[in-house]
T-cell receptor, first 115, second 110 residues
């Protein structure tokens, strides 16, 4: 099956700093990638949809200037949390859609802790 | 996006079959039924998907009602590794994002 990786798997940063999370499709080209956030014991919530070579589409309530998404190639999307605050601490998960568009393949997630 | 309804939690004994139900009474004709599961501290994992006919793969079976307003994910022999949150999701062909509900938390008892 298709494999999606995320790096780092966990990161701790200080309040006010920025942190970048990478999402890569390892064995297929992903024209669309999705970024989700998951708080403890809650379900995944979509943050934004990222299409290669174009600007990301953000869900209502997600600050695009705070969560910068770049999808520069068919195998890489990055999420940068700028000026992180403790309330940004969460589990961030990316997914990539294959060329047929039927399924999404999810990364293992990145746990962000802001101190 | 069409909404799905699943029980909050279910329990099963190890090596017994498990039937996880999902109601989707507002499903449209172009909606696929997808099932994913999420183990603790991991990203969701694809389980199975279908449109109208029942589907089988190495992980599970998907039984779809004739009117498509409900479906059931069947794990034929539950193992401890099957303990996870199972999500039933509707998405049209070439659809965009998946909308995740709370899912069903499956506990497997040894």
């Amino acid at each position: 099956g298709a494999v999606v990786s995320q790096h780092p798997s966990r990161v701790i940063c200080k309040s006010g700093t920025s942190v970048k999370i990478e999402c890569r499709s390892l064995d297929f080209q992903a024209t669309t990638m999705f970024w989700y956030r998951q708080f403890p014991k809650k379900s995944l919530m979509l943050m934004a949809t990222s299409n290669e070579g174009s600007k990301a589409t953000y869900e209502q309530g997600v600050e695009k200037d705070k969560f910068l998404i770049n999808h520069a190639s068919l195998t890489l999307s990055t999420l940068t949390v700028t000026s992180a605050h403790p309330e940004d601490s969460s589990f961030y998960i990316c997914s990539a859609r294959d060329s047929q568009g039927y399924e999404q393949y999810f990364g293992p997630g990145t746990r962000l802790t802001v101190t | 996006d069409a909404k799905t309804t699943q029980p909050n939690s279910m329990e099963s004994n190890e090596e017994e079959p498990v039937h996880l139900p999902c109601n989707h009474s507002t499903i449209s004709g172009t909606d696929y039924i997808h099932w994913y599961r999420q183990l603790p501290s991991q990203g969701p994992e694809y389980v199975i998907h279908g449109l109208t006919s029942n589907v089988n793969n190495r992980m599970a079976s998907l039984a779809i009602a004739e009117d498509r307003k409900s479906s059931t994910l069947i794990l034929h022999r539950a193992t401890l590794r099957d303990a996870a949150v199972y999500y039933c999701i509707l998405s049209p062909i070439y659809g965009q994002n998946f909308v995740f509900g709370p899912g069903t938390r499956l506990s497997v008892l040894p």
